[in-house]
T-cell receptor
Framework: NAGVTQTPKFQVLKTGQSMTLQCAQD?????MYWYRQDPGMGLRLIYY???????DKGEVPNGYNVSRLNKREFSLRLESAAPSQTSVYFC?????????????FGNGTRLTVT | GQQLNQSPQSMFIQEGEDVSMNCTSS?????WLWYKQDPGEGPVLLIA???AGELTSNGRLTAQFGITRKDSFLNISASIPSDVGIYFC?????????????WGLGTSLAVNP
């Protein structure tokens, strides 16, 4: 049972390059999320998708776009990477149906932008 | 954005000691969640609390949902080296599409064998 799977695990980009971070979940959960984690900042929500076909901005959406491709997959795109986007990115999923629905996380993508 | 006040920020203890950490807020929450993050991995849920006053255990871990709904604590008894990691609290507010998850900044735990 894989849960939430993220690819790639590591990535180095040059400023201005673009890339897409992939996330897939096999738990049949409705809601999916993208977080970034930086030292001293904790987990900050970038974008989320409450259900297939919907996406909404989180706390720090600037410089990112997302696509909820289907119920399983939720991708995060950096169109023009900047050094400030160096971070660890986590995808998460939950049922989204009620308050008692804990998040399940992937193992992260470690991105460095030079 | 709004964040929970999680303390302590870091702890360095001897194996076998008990550990206590807590999260507080000026706002009330519907649920409290405690996660642990091992190096190089994503956070993993340890304990979920759904009712004010609830006290829940998971092995050597015990967590409580404060009676005021504004705080929670996590205790680890008889610590072992594999307890090393970052512990996060999180609280939920609202429901359905208005549900928000607020995170603490984490407590980094180091255990000296």
């Amino acid at each position: 049972n894989a849960g939430v799977t993220q690819t790639p695990k590591f990535q180095v980009l040059k400023t201005g390059q673009s890339m897409t971070l992939q996330c897939a979940q096999d738990m049949n959960h409705n809601s999916m999320y993208w977080y970034r984690q930086d030292p001293g900042m904790g987990l900050r929500l970038i974008y989320y998708s409450a259900s297939e076909g919907t996406t909404d901005k989180g706390e720090v959406p600037n410089g990112y776009n997302v696509s909820r491709l289907n119920k399983r997959e939720f991708s995060l795109r950096l169109e023009s990477a900047a050094p400030s986007q160096t971070s660890v990115y986590f995808c998460a999923a939950d049922t989204g149906s009620s308050y008692n629905s804990p998040l399940h996380f992937g193992n992260g993508t470690r991105l460095t932008v030079t | 954005g709004q964040q929970l006040n999680q303390s302590p920020q870091s702890m360095f203890i001897q194996e076998g000691e008990d550990v206590s950490m807590n999260c507080t807020s000026s706002s009330i929450f519907n649920t409290w969640l405690w996660y642990k993050q091992d190096p190089g991995e994503g956070p993993v849920l340890l304990i979920a609390l759904y009712k004010a006053g609830e006290l829940t255990s998971n092995g050597r871990l015990t967590a409580q949902f404060g009676i005021t709904r504004k705080d929670s604590f996590l205790n680890i008894s008889a610590s072992i080296p594999s307890d090393v990691g970052i512990y996060f609290c999180a609280g939920t507010q609202g429901a359905g599409n208005n549900r928000k998850l607020i995170w603490g900044l984490g407590t980094s735990l180091a255990v000296n064998p």
